[in-house]
């Protein structure tokens, strides 16, 4: 049997008079692939967040590699393997490439004193960041000088090579254009073939991650609804799911403007 990585049982979150989560439950097999889909102010962000140790859940559990977790911080979490891939989190602003791509796990000079070493750092960034098809001015440029794309790309390259058990990946194309994007999900499927990370990977426009899901949730008013292995499942069928969860709300007039399965942006129809 394939060793389960991950486990969230009843899982909530609620900010102030805001409930985010209700009751999510998910499992990540060892080398698994997990889509999770839901429409805008579902949760999955509140979800990938706890699990990222950003967030402590009001209630429920947390069991990594098989024993019950509280994750205190996002570094906590990123010792135990599991790493986030967002913008917002997993980059310092402030440092330069190739201190983000080494954060946590410097490379030292031997001896007593642990004196940084910047020059190994510096050339091992250029190469990991040049083989995985990243382009960057260059390594020495601060975070805060990039683009959204080219953050989200350092973020993915840094997580391969910090040998991430769990990769949880926030809308990883949203930012990207068509070249970026297509870099990425080569990097998601050649960590897939390795078949020794696990990923949950959030994403509106399911029908370009369908492909490399092992299984999909979605997540709907903070719960876990759906969960079927890919091959079991079609994008026609999450597509029908999705227009039904949006002509549900919409008779009930509370549809905020959301995305569509192909990435775009529509509003309620009057
Ligand atoms: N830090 C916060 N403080 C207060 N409310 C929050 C916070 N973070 C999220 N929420 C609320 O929790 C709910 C779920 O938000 P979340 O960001 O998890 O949704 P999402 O599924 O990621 O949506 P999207 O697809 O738009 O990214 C929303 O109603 C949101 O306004
Ligand atoms: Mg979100």
Redesign the pocket.
């Known amino acids: 049997m394939i060793p389960e990585v991950l486990r969230t049982e009843h899982v909530s979150k609620s900010?102030?008079q805001?409930t985010?989560?209700r009751d999510a439950s998910i499992h990540l097999a060892k080398g698994e692939v997990l889509g999770l889909l839901?429409?805008?102010?579902?949760?999955?962000?509140?979800?990938l967040?706890i699990l990222t140790g950003f967030?402590r859940p009001s209630g429920g559990k947390i069991h990594f590699e098989g024993k019950e977790v509280q994750l205190k911080s996002v570094s906590h979490a990123r010792l135990l393997g599991i790493e986030p891939v967002y913008q917002d989190l997993a980059l310092i602003n402030e440092l330069n490439v190739y201190r983000n791509m080494f954060l946590q796990r410097e490379i030292m000079y031997g001896g007593p004193l642990r004196i940084l070493n910047d020059r190994a750092m510096r050339a091992r960034a250029k190469e990991q960041l040049k083989q995985m098809g990243v382009n960057i001015p260059s390594v020495d440029v601060q975070i805060s000088k990039l683009s959204g794309g080219q953050r989200q790309g350092i973020a993915v390259a840094r997580s391969v090579y910090a040998n991430a058990k769990v990769l949880l990946l926030?809308?990883p194309l949203a930012a990207m254009g068509v070249k970026e994007s297509a870099m990425i999900l080569d990097v998601i499927r050649r960590l897939k073939e390795k078949g020794d990370v696990s990923v949950v990977i959030?994403a509106?426009n399911y029908a370009q991650i369908f492909d490399f899901c092992d299984r999909i949730n979605l997540?709907q008013g903070?719960q876990i609804t759906f969960d079927r292995r890919t091959r079991d499942t079609s994008v026609e069928e999450l597509t029908s799911l999705v227009v039904r969860e949006y002509r549900a709300a919409r008779e009930q007039n509370l549809r905020p403007p959301s995305?569509t399965p192909d990435g775009s942006t529509s509003g309620p129809i009057h």
């Open positions: 900010f102030g805001v985010a989560l839901g429409d805008n102010g579902a949760g999955k962000s509140t979800l967040k967030h926030d809308e959030v509106h997540l903070g995305r």
